[in-house]
């Protein structure tokens, strides 16, 4: 506003500066309203041009502004009041106002209006000039350093809650990071060391039951207490990996390197097959195979090859896939699971379904969460994470759950 201000004043003085020069008496008195008109103009373009650097100094000496004002006193007591200069004496208490507040325009208003008074007693003291004119560039003056502190106070109130609006959005981003954070643990936990330690304590179970038979096989107690051994260092492992990616883990914004997540699929497939004997039928677009014990087809309707992805999406969708068929296994009494990728219109699709008794009636996120099931939440936050649109339920089948998850490929030309 200030600089505003400085702009309109440069533009005054130049209109007004020719005929003060005209008006002043020749020798001493065209020397001083010279010196005024480069005084003035140059104070005005150094601190439009500058503000930032000299409005500071202006700010802390207020003398300096009542220099410019007895200087631009001189230019119109040459020039007159008529001219263009009754705009830039205006200027000066709304200056006033915006810099020094109501104090710093109230002076420089009564400052500016009795010089005002006075150049236009002693300029037109043969004429009966009405009252009214005589009266009205102080007024104005008045008028003009009553705004310049009222935009003062608007601007620092704005600027107040500008800060505290800033404030607020600061510390609602750092909760929503720590919110996500926290949900990114707990789905890590989830689809890791949980599953593991269930995975123990089943093994643990087989033992107990094993060992407290009559007559116990000491190769199948050393076989589950092995297999006991195995799952607790697996869940010391994941725990530890867990524990260095919360130390040394960069933000998934970033993007990664990008990788082909298909072929780890295919070996969480076989795994999943090995461990539990449920077969997965994988179609690939690109015709992988598959072991031997996993059934795979190959996708002949769409001859494009299957698109790198970014490691964070890469992940997401592995650990999709992963809780899914974990939950084919021990909730949908399934015979055959089928696993699908391909890509329609733009849209990277990945579909598990299995032939199971599919999800209870009434199956929400809600009360899922209520009862302790974080499996398919983390799923869908996984899914939302990635920018992709997911889908839990029968689908277009008879019988059994599909979760489809379809993710737009355009995120790859950002």
């Known amino acids: 506003m200030c600089r505003q201000v400085f702009g309109f004043r440069l533009a005054m003085i130049a209109l007004a500066a020719p005929a003060a020069l005209l008006n002043a008496a020749p020798g001493l008195g065209v020397r001083l309203v010279g010196a005024a008109v480069v005084v003035t103009f140059m104070v005005s373009y150094v601190l439009f041009r500058d503000w930032e650097r000299f409005g500071p100094l202006l700010l802390r000496h207020p003398s300096l502004l009542a220099a410019d ?82 935009l003062r106070n608007l601007m620092l109130r704005f600027g107040a809650a500008t800060h505290a609006l800033t404030t607020a959005q600061a510390r609602l981003a750092a909760a929503e990071a720590v919110s996500a954070e926290r949900a990114r643990l707990a789905r890590e936990m989830h689809d890791s060391v949980a599953k593991t330690l269930y995975g123990v304590a ?27 051994s195995r799952s607790a260092r697996r869940a010391a ?68 090859p299957l698109p790198a992805l970014p490691a964070p999406t890469a992940r997401h969708l592995l650990s999709i896939t992963t809780e899914a068929l974990e939950n084919t296994h021990r909730h949908a009494s399934a015979t055959r699971v089928e696993v699908r990728v391909a890509v329609h219109g733009g849209l990277l699709r990945l579909t598990i379904h299995d032939d199971g008794r599919g999800l209870p009636p009434a199956t929400t996120l809600e009360r899922l969460r209520a009862a302790g099931h974080f499996g398919l939440l983390g799923m869908v936050e996984r899914a939302a994470q990635m920018g992709a649109r997911i889908r839990i339920g029968r689908g277009g089948h008879a019988r059994g759950t599909e979760v489809r998850v379809e993710l737009p490929l355009s995120f790859r030309e950002a």
């Open 202 to 228: 089943l093994a643990a179970d087989g033992l107990a039951e094993t060992a407290s038979t009559d007559a116990p096989d000491p190769d199948r107690i050393r076989q589950q207490a092995e297999l006991v």
């Open 69 to 150: 004002t007895l200087f631009g006193s001189f230019l119109l007591i040459s020039a007159g009041p008529d001219t263009t200069l009754a705009y830039v004496s205006v200027c000066t208490p709304l200056l006033a106002g915006l810099v020094y507040s109501w104090r710093g325009a109230a002076c420089f208003a009564s400052l500016q209006s009795l010089i005002l008074l006075l150049v236009h007693a002693t300029l037109k003291a043969d004429r009966h000039a009405p009252v009214a004119e005589a009266l009205l560039l102080p007024g104005l003056c008045v008028i003009a350093g009553a705004m310049g502190s009222t």
């Open 237 to 304: 492992a994941e725990s530890r990996e867990l524990l260095t990616d919360l130390r040394g883990r960069q933000p998934d914004a970033s993007g990664g390197t990008e990788t082909t997540v298909w072929h780890e699929i295919a070996g969480v497939a076989r795994g999943f097959t090995a461990r539990t004997g449920l077969p997965v039928a994988c179609s690939w677009l690109d015709g992988t195979t598959g072991a031997d014990d996993t059934d795979t087809d190959t996708d002949q309707d769409l001859p494009a």
